[in-house]
């Protein structure tokens, strides 16, 4: 496993000022908890209160615009999201592909907007179920990801990529450990080609699809599953960490 667990709670489109007591619980626990890196992405009404509040845990964005700035009504910089405390940004999920008609291009260059505004990258990929039932899980997700990737020098650095099988995304349903390790294993080496094999091996990969406390345990102690990208799960202190527990307690 590439340095500690990392767990990511994306809180989508929920959380008023009322959350920043979740928030506060969850820095609070991360405090307690250091064998687990632990962030958060609220909307982007609350990056910057959530930033304000915390002192463990990492603040970032669940999305950003390609330009810099610009006639772009209702959207959000890299740099702005950066300047409002940001330290990451999640691209390329699939409600935004799906609900927002995103290419793999438009994901590519707001990463590399991203980069250049400083911020690290979770870049998301995943296949639907009538994709996985066709037998072509592995090919989608390896031809969506790399036309994902930014082609910044040095990107390697700064970049996690989160496997989140749209099927499992909200339903309850989680992939099997089976399906994971193979999907994750073939996401490894697909990085390893491309970034190198010492640059390769270090990049974190999440599971992220109904990731709850109860199989928390099972799905971090798989190979190459380096942390969680969580859902629903992180807009609860108690049960975000007790999946980043779990994560602590795989890695000893």
Same mark, same amino acid.
Do not use: H, K
């Given at each position: 496993m590439a340095e500690r667990p990392y767990i990511v709670g994306n809180w989508k489109m929920h959380g008023t000022r009322a959350m920043l007591s979740e928030a506060r619980a969850i820095d609070r626990a991360a405090q307690r908890h250091m064998k687990v890196e632990v962030a958060v992405a609220p909307p982007f009404t609350l990056i910057h209160a959530v930033h304000r509040e915390v002192e463990q845990?990492?603040?970032?964005?669940?999305?950003c615009h390609k330009a810099d700035a610009g006639a772009h009504t209702g959207d959000v910089s890299a740099s702005m999201v950066a300047d409002a405390g940001a330290k990451f940004v999640i691209l390329g999920h699939s409600e935004r592909r799906e609900n927002h008609a995103e290419q793999d291009a438009d994901v590519r260059a707001k990463a590399e907007a991203a980069l250049e505004a400083g911020l690290n990258l979770i870049i998301c990929c995943g296949e639907s179920a009538e994709t996985r039932d066709k037998g072509k899980a592995e090919a989608f997700v390896m031809k969506?990801?790399?036309?994902?990737?930014?082609? %910044?020098?040095?990107? *390697?650095?700064?970049?996690?990529?989160a496997y989140e099988p749209i099927w499992a995304i909200g339903t309850g349903n989680t992939a099997s450990p089976d399906d994971v390790l193979a999907m994750h294993a073939t996401i490894r080496s697909m990085l390893c080609e491309i970034y190198g094999e010492e640059a390769g091996p270090a990049i974190r990969i999440l599971y992220g699809g109904s990731v709850k406390p109860e199989n928390a345990r099972e799905l971090m102690a798989l190979e190459n599953v380096d942390g969680? %990208?969580?859902?629903? *799960?992180?807009?609860?202190?108690?049960?975000?960490?007790g999946i980043a527990l779990a994560a602590a307690e795989t890695s000893d």
């Open positions: 845990i990492a603040v970032g964005a669940q999305d969506q990801l790399r036309a994902s990737l930014p082609e %910044l020098e040095n990107a *390697a650095e700064q970049l996690t990529v969680a %990208l969580v859902g629903g *799960a992180s807009l609860s202190a108690d049960s975000f960490m």
